[in-house]
């Protein structure tokens, strides 16, 4: 695979919604992007998530939701956002959409993180920054993981301990 194509596609990874850094730097690593290169262009394309979600759901969404089958979509998507926001994301404020982006697990990335600002009324700005914050350390946390993990497999490799 060529250097673009493992670009582009970490570039994907690291933008769609569900695999963000948890999918676009582990697939870099793996393709030999060094960690040192794939974690700021992925925490760097992760981060454009929060304007690029603000203007959707500042713009585009108010005229799709008066569209029945996407209002009853988004509503339902509303719901998981506000269940997985807990009371202390709510109290927290913007230092709490930080701290949830900021655990690298399934539905906590930049997407949600966004959605749960706009929810709670939280200002453009802080937003982006809260959320820039969160993908900055799960970036780090993600890429340690990847790192550490391929280190320890070549360990056992070298040494033959099987797994």
Same mark, same amino acid.
């Given at each position: 695979?060529?250097?673009?194509?493992?670009?582009?596609l970490t570039a994907l990874l690291s933008f769609a919604p569900i695999s963000e850094?948890? +999918?676009? #730097?582990?697939? /870099?690593?793996?393709?030999? %992007? =060094?960690?040192? &290169?794939?974690?700021?262009?992925?925490?760097?394309?992760?981060?454009?998530?929060?304007?690029?979600?603000?203007?959707?759901?500042?713009?585009?969404?108010?005229?799709?939701?008066?569209?029945?089958?996407?209002?009853?979509?988004?509503?339902?998507?509303?719901?998981?956002?506000?269940?997985?926001?807990?009371?202390?994301?709510?109290?927290? +404020?913007? #230092?709490?959409? /930080?701290?949830?982006?900021? %655990? =690298?697990?399934? &539905?906590?990335g930049a997407w949600t993180g966004t959605l749960g600002a706009w929810i709670l009324?939280?200002?453009?700005?802080?937003?982006?920054?809260?959320?820039?914050?969160?993908?900055?350390?799960?970036?780090?946390?993600?890429?340690?993981?990847?790192?550490?993990?391929?280190?320890?497999?070549?360990?056992?490799?070298?040494?033959?301990?099987?797994?």
């Amino acid at each position: 695979m060529s250097i673009i194509s493992v670009l582009l596609l970490t570039a994907l990874l690291s933008f769609a919604p569900i695999s963000e850094l948890r +999918g676009g #730097i582990p697939f /870099a690593i793996v393709n030999n %992007i =060094p960690w040192y &290169l794939a974690y700021p262009f992925s925490v760097f394309i992760n981060i454009l998530v929060a304007p690029a979600c603000w203007i959707f759901l500042a713009t585009i969404h108010k005229l799709l939701y008066k569209v029945h089958v996407y209002k009853i979509f988004f509503d339902r998507i509303i719901e998981r956002a506000r269940k997985k926001l807990s009371s202390g994301v709510e109290k927290w +404020g913007w #230092i709490g959409i /930080a701290l949830f982006v900021a %655990i =690298p697990l399934p &539905l906590t990335g930049a997407w949600t993180g966004t959605l749960g600002a706009w929810i709670l009324g939280i200002s453009k700005r802080r937003t982006i920054i809260a959320v820039s914050l969160g993908v900055i350390v799960a970036g780090a946390i993600v890429s340690a993981v990847v790192t550490l993990g391929i280190e320890a497999l070549n360990l056992f490799i070298k040494t033959g301990v099987n797994l």
